[in-house]
């Protein structure tokens, strides 16, 4: 058995009037959401990132340029999928993803449900394989000033291939 890890990171600077994805869920009470080429959801972009990376594939400004119109405004559930289908092209499963968002405000605990059961559902793996994790930095650093969000991501794969 072959079994590799990548982690993955990102990060965004909020802004108000924009919506507020993350994981493939709106956080529909936010005042801010993400400045981004595509919906912005920062917590997709760090998973996709951990999933490449564990295959050496390279990142996702290389697969999905922001200089490309095609991906626009693009839901990230779209990219992942696509990421998703490049591991599994290469004969590898995904084991487990982790995924720890850093933002200190809004509240987004009552989502994480939610934003597990999306993540499993467009990756096509069981809910208690993913994680997702929210922490403040205690109003440290930019985070902390609620100027941006940043994520973390690792991602085990295997294959039982060669
Ligand atoms: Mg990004």
Redesign the pocket.
């Given at each position: 058995m072959d079994i590799r890890t990548g982690q993955g990171y990102?990060v965004?600077a909020m802004a108000e009037g924009l919506r507020m994805w993350l994981c493939g869920v709106e956080v529909k009470d936010s005042p801010v959401g993400f400045v981004?080429h595509?919906d912005?959801d920062?917590a997709i972009?760090a998973l996709c990132d951990a999933l490449l990376g564990a295959l050496a594939l390279g990142d996702?400004g290389h697969h999905f340029p922001d200089t490309d119109d095609k991906w626009k405004g693009v839901d990230s559930k779209i990219l992942l999928r696509e990421v998703t289908a490049m591991v599994r092209e290469r004969g590898y499963e995904i084991s487990n993803v982790d995924v720890t968002i850093a933002l200190q405000a809004p509240k987004i605990g009552y989502l994480i449900q939610d934003m597990r059961q999306s993540l499993a559902s467009v990756m096509g793996i069981e809910v208690s394989r993913v994680s997702v994790k929210a922490t403040t930095t205690e109003k440290l650093g930019f985070v902390g000033r609620k100027e941006g969000c940043e994520v973390w991501a690792s991602a085990l794969v295997f294959s039982n291939l060669g």
């Open positions: 990102d965004h981004a595509s912005g920062v972009h996702i």
